[in-house]
């Protein structure tokens, strides 16, 4: 160990200053941007080991993730099967590699809670007529609705209702024969609460 840090040692100051080496448990070499911390190692490892990297041993100690890593650290990476990145991840790692991964699980999680979100919203508009947002992919006039907001199926259209591109209600009222929907907007106006029933 003492030999392989001196030798980094001088090649980083010959060669290479603006990069950092580390070593993995098993002795293999990972080349960093200086800065890198290990969360960047992780991913250097596996986007799945990034993604759930939850510690970082370094010589045998515990560190923070935050933690800059030095030529010649010998680097464990301590995962969890429930741990999960977060935005602040995005303010410590240096390599583009660590940092689009980050990105693409926080906008993927997102588009989740999105559609969810946003399913929720519509089954609360429907629940208003006393209808079941089943009827939605039943209703004859779905295909306009698609058309009409640019999206490609439910999934997309709870996302972007969920994402707030889209009100629920303006949704429902398409989805209504004219004459329901006339009936609702008038009812809500008046601010009665009673649901719209079909004709």
């Known amino acids: 160990l003492k030999d392989s840090r001196e030798f980094l040692h001088t090649l980083r100051i010959d060669l290479f200053p603006e990069e950092v080496y580390v070593f993995t448990p098993k002795g293999d070499v990972k080349a960093l941007p200086r800065g890198a911390t290990p969360?960047?190692?992780?991913?250097?490892?596996?986007?799945?080991?990034?993604l759930r990297c939850a510690g970082a041993r370094v010589n045998g100690r515990i560190v923070p993730l935050r933690y800059e890593l030095q030529n010649g650290d010998i680097v464990e990476i301590l995962t969890g099967a429930t741990q999960h990145p977060s935005r602040d991840w995005l303010k410590i790692v240096k390599t583009s590699r660590a940092r689009s991964r980050i990105?693409?699980?926080?906008?993927?999680?997102?588009?989740?809670?999105?559609?969810?979100?946003?399913?929720?919203?519509?089954?609360?508009?429907?629940?208003?007529?006393?209808?079941?947002?089943s009827s939605l992919s039943k209703a004859e006039a779905l295909a306009q609705v698609f058309d009409h907001y640019k999206v490609g199926s439910e999934e997309e259209l709870y996302a972007a209702i969920g994402f707030g591109k889209i009100a629920p209600r303006q949704v429902v009222l398409k989805l209504l024969p004219p004459e329901q929907a006339q009936a609702f907007v008038e009812e809500e106006s008046r601010g009665r609460k009673t649901p719209v029933k079909a004709a």
């Open 39 to 50: 969360i960047d190692f992780a991913f250097s490892i596996h986007t799945d080991i990034g």
């Open 103 to 133: 990105k693409a699980w926080i906008k993927n999680e997102e588009r989740v809670r999105s559609i969810t979100l946003g399913k929720e919203l519509l089954d609360r508009e429907f629940r208003k007529l006393g209808k079941a947002t």
